[in-house]
């Protein structure tokens, strides 16, 4: 009690109740009373607001009449549903078979060192995520990745990081362009 | 004449986009009066993009591998001259070899139609099976899926029309038909193929599903990995809805039947019926204790009928075929042909379909094209972490589910892939149990800790930590998982451990005992060196290493400090082949 996670509970918590829940008014108003809709429910939250903020689940909880428990449960089952938000762009780098077998695990560990984050991390400019997957079925490109649903593959290292380096530049541009 | 474009995940990967953007400014600026068709995948990933041209008396010519530039050089030769561009043809009038060894029976319109367009797949035939079927009695619809022979070619290879049938005698007012596109299977793209190259076969498929059991309602539980077969199977509901082939009163009927799609969320326990009915619910995708099997007591407690994508993709055929035609392809026990993902180390990967029956060795040679850069083949993973691996002295086994089965693999969802010499038996061991272990759903107690205690032990032998008993351990554990797990995932989660252990034993004990990789894949396990005499000094590993631990002047032999070497393979891959100096270890 009282330690200093309780306070950081508390700073994220009020930072995620800025969350603006007027925004789910319409999927909620569609779904409402429809049995067995809560995982399409949180699949348009999560479209609106890029991820699953708590206050958000809750507001689902409370809207659809289920236990907040259940709503915890069912959005931290399935990988598709994020608790935390992510970069503007999610990079979805596929560890299936025959990307693994094609060396996925060096390109993973060549752009770890570019972006300095891990797996399941966002860089601190909250520009990228990176995010291991199990297939995208694109196997005979492998090894692959998907960046906000364009697949790029085979990759090599340095393929993977000039991708990523294309990124960083095109936002450069798109800054000075709106200036 | 009329261009044709493949414009599958895979082709859209390959760049073939911007081909068709080049092909559409060509016509512009030439003025041309051409048609431009998009269409799914024909299987040859390994040449994508891939551009069709279709002269006016159906001489098609496909060109792979087509960039902005090539697509220039064919319409200057080929468009304006009429002389084909030999160098980037693929395949013409006579198929490549690729191509001779198949049987299209579930792909028959994959390649060669426009997902998008319903006339398309009504012009070769689309829907006439379902009216078809109409004018038949549910049991002789049902008794024709029997003579076919067909099995569900999810997985499991259950009699399609015994689930059918199981489904019809259950009484009930409402039904449902689920047709199962989570093809969660790493390693396997066939239903992402289909649904994005032929949706409306499916949809055809579920219908006819749907009038013999006695369904009004279908619903496609899709990957949400899969947005472009999404899309595609949306605009098919639409238009066959505008048609009146899905709604009321199908082709003058009492018969209605009406689709829509659900979208999963990433489990890879949701392939289970049960756990995908669950998840339907908008549950967590747990399974449960059958029976009662959803054929009795199913989605909201009505019997329900689920079948995987290809599966229901043959249907249409065989009503149209006859069920005789499609039994007399394959084996006595596998009839049909099956949809194959080639991928891995294989020269041709993509999508093939065969008659069953047919040999491993056929496949991944004479279809698949051998092993990249001709190195050693050393086994195929089949069905998915639900398999195993089948080494080369089995390459003879016909592939059907029962010789499959005794191999120790699983024919499964139809996933092939290949590994070379370089492949490590137990790192792709512990590659699936990581993977398993993250999908399990934990409802088993001894799916959801001994796959976890399973990885544990095979993460330390990679890491060199193995001890003498770890084998012993490893199959005392795999056999418990097996007999105490519920469902079909913890079931079959030891059979990656359980083949290789069975074919390669030696990799594990040379791990364990000597602390060696023999395929030099495990990082803790291997060391690159530089030859003194080899190296020349140009300094191009030293340059690309990422951490910088290469060290030594200018034209004199480079060293390779081991304390901070991250292993990443970087200066084997570096130094020029005229040179060699690399070695690994």
């Known amino acids: 009690m009282g330690c200093c996670s309780e306070e950081k509970i508390k700073v994220e918590k009020e930072k995620q109740e800025k969350a603006d829940l007027s925004l789910l008014g319409e999927v909620l108003a569609e779904y409402k009373g429809q049995a067995g809709s809560l995982v399409t429910v949180l699949q348009k939250a999560q479209d609106l607001y890029g991820y699953l903020p708590t206050a958000v689940l809750r507001h689902i909880a409370k809207e659809l009449e289920v236990k907040a428990a259940k709503v915890y449960g069912v959005a931290t089952f399935y990988t598709q549903f994020r608790l935390k938000p992510v970069g503007k762009y999610v990079i979805l780098l596929c560890q299936g078979t025959a990307c693994h077998v094609n060396g996925s695990e060096r390109i993973e560990t060549a752009i770890c060192q570019e972006l300095k984050i891990k797996p399941g991390e966002t860089t601190p400019d909250g520009l990228i995520t990176l995010t291991n997957v199990a297939c995208l079925g694109c196997c005979s490109l492998a090894p692959v990745m998907m960046i906000n649903g364009q697949a790029y593959g085979p990759l090599t290292p340095d393929r993977a990081l000039d991708i990523i380096k294309d990124l960083y530049k095109q936002e450069k541009e798109l800054k000075e362009g709106g200036e | ?281 908008g549950e967590r995708g747990m399974p449960r204790l059958k029976p009662p099997f959803p054929a009795q007591y199913g989605y909201w407690g009505k019997p329900t009928n689920i079948n995987n994508v290809e599966t229901l993709a043959n249907v249409p055929w065989i009503i149209q075929q006859g069920g005789q035609a499609f039994a007399a392809m394959g084996t006595e026990k596998s009839k049909g042909t099956k949809v194959f993902a080639l991928a891995g180390k294989i020269k041709r990967g993509g999508l093939v379909e065969v008659p069953m029956g047919l040999s491993l060795k056929e496949v991944i040679y004479e279809i698949g094209g051998g092993i990249k850069q001709d190195k050693k083949f050393k086994a195929v993973q089949m069905g998915g972490p639900s398999g195993g691996c089948i080494p080369e002295q089995l390459l003879n086994t016909p592939v059907d589910y029962d010789s499959i089965m005794n191999t120790g693999a699983i024919m499964g969802s139809g996933g092939m892939v290949v590994m070379d010499e370089t492949t490590c038996m137990v790192d792709v061991a512990r590659f699936f149990l990581d993977f398993t272990q993250k999908e399990s759903c934990g409802k088993c107690v001894q799916c959801r800790l001994g796959t976890k205690r399973m990885l544990e032990i095979l993460e330390r032998i990679c890491q060199g930590q193995g001890q003498p008993g770890d084998i012993e351990l490893l199959e005392e554990i795999a056999l418990k998982v097996k007999e105490g797990s519920l469902c079909g995932l913890g079931q079959s989660a030891p059979n990656p451990v359980l083949t290789t252990l069975k074919y390669f034993k030696a990799e594990y004990e040379a791990h364990i005992n000597q602390k060696k990789c023999p395929a030099a894949q495990c990082k803790a396990l291997i060391t690159y060196r530089i030859d003194p005499d080899k190296c020349k000094g140009c300094g191009l590993c030293a340059k690309k290493c990422p951490v910088g631990c290469i060290g030594g002047d200018k034209k004199q032999p480079h060293v390779i400090h081991q304390d901070q070497c991250i292993k990443c393979g970087n200066c084997l891959e570096t130094c020029p082949p005229k040179f060699k100096a690399v070695t690994v270890e």
Request: net charge negative; charged share 25%; aromatic share 8%.
């Open chain 2, 1 to 281: 004449m009329k261009i044709r474009i493949g414009l599958g995940s895979c082709g859209i990967a390959a760049g073939a986009k911007k081909v068709k953007q080049a092909v559409e400014q060509e016509i512009a600026a030439a003025g041309l009066d051409l048609t431009v068709q998009q269409t799914g995948c024909i299987g040859m990933c390994y040449n994508e993009p891939l551009l069709d041209i279709i002269e006016d008396n159906g001489k098609t010519y496909t060109y792979g591998h087509v960039t902005e530039q090539i697509v220039k050089t064919i319409f200057a030769e080929h468009l304006k001259n009429g002389r084909p561009v030999e160098k980037y043809l693929v395949a013409t009038e006579k198929p490549n070899d690729f191509l001779s060894g198949q049987v299209r029976v579930a792909l028959r319109n994959c390649g060669i139609i426009d997902p998008e367009q319903i006339d398309d797949y009504t012009d070769r035939g689309g829907y006439q099976a379902l009216k078809q079927a109409i004018s038949m009695s549910d049991l002789k619809v049902i008794e024709e899926i029997k003579i076919s022979g067909l099995r569900g070619r999810g997985g499991a290879g259950f009699p399609t029309w015994f689930k059918w049938n199981a489904a019809r005698q259950n009484k009930g007012d409402i039904k449902y038909i689920v047709c199962n596109a989570d093809e969660g299977d790493p390693g396997a793209f066939m239903d992402r193929s289909v649904l994005e190259g032929d949706p409306h076969s499916v949809l055809e498929g579920m219908a006819i599903a749907g009038y013999a059991i006695g369904a009004a309602e279908g619903i496609i539980y899709a990957r949400a990995e899969y947005p472009l077969a999404i899309h595609r199977v949306q605009i098919a509901i639409d238009q066959a809805r505008e048609k009146g082939y899905l709604g009321e009163h199908i082709f003058g009927s009492d018969f209605n039947f009406n689709i829509r799609i659900k979208q999963g969320a990433g489990a890879f326990v949701c392939g289970e019926e049960t756990a995908l009915i669950a998840s339907l619910e």
